[in-house]
């Protein structure tokens, strides 16, 4: 087994990011401890955390935060309130909730620099049409950035730079934690890569295979460029539902706790697995 610093990489996927407070319970439990957090999306919001308490007691936490109202109201609008904001902006819901509960999570006014391990996320600049990584700074603009999923949320401006979610260029992060200087990775990714892709049938399964063929295309290769020396695993999801395919998955938090729970059994199996 790798010795060297150990990175959680957390990925993007929306509201199945919970399967990763299952994954970092099960990581926590086995003794696992990271040198660093590197996530993207939903990813940036969950390791935002995990940087800020690198210890089992995050799990509650965000356990507890999912399971908020605080939560749903994220992407909480009504439907007619949403087509209104379509109608005359670029996205469907407003950035304040996400804004709102980052900083009563996390501290307004907190940096990287107080952060208790290192930390850095991935946005997709708009200006410079590429990949941005927050190192420094204040830490809520940076998260949310990385987490502006276009159409759902606005661009989050930051000095005159724009940004938004940053899966649309990096939804696995494993080549960054390389170049950080981790020696084991453990991939906190919430099961799309698990499911074999099929042919679009309805209008909006265009967009989302076009997506995976290129989210998965980068992983793959970043995964067959490893160098020597540098041990990555794959944590599981335990399996998804049909739903999580559907246009409205996003607004789904009934299933929050299920997710996280087979993520855990999921997980805590691979892991123990490992260590024989």
Known sequence: MARGPVAFVLGGGGVLGAVEVGMLRALFRAGIRPDMVLGTSIGAVNGALVAADPSEAVTDRLVRLWASPEASEVYGDSVARQLRRFAARTHLHSPRPLRKLLESELGAETTFADLKIPFRCCAANIERAAEHWFVSGLLVPAVLASASVPGLLPPARIGDQHYIDGGIVNSI????????????????????????????????EIAQVAFEIARRHRFAREMAALPDGVEVHVLPTGGLEPRDDTPWAYRDMAAVGRRISRAYSASRHYLANLER
């Open 173 to 204: 992060p494993i080549g960054e934690a390389v170049t950080a200087g981790a020696a084991r990775i453990f991939v906190l990714q919430v099961g799309r890569i698990e499911r074999a892709l099929t042919p679009p049938r309805r209008p909006w």
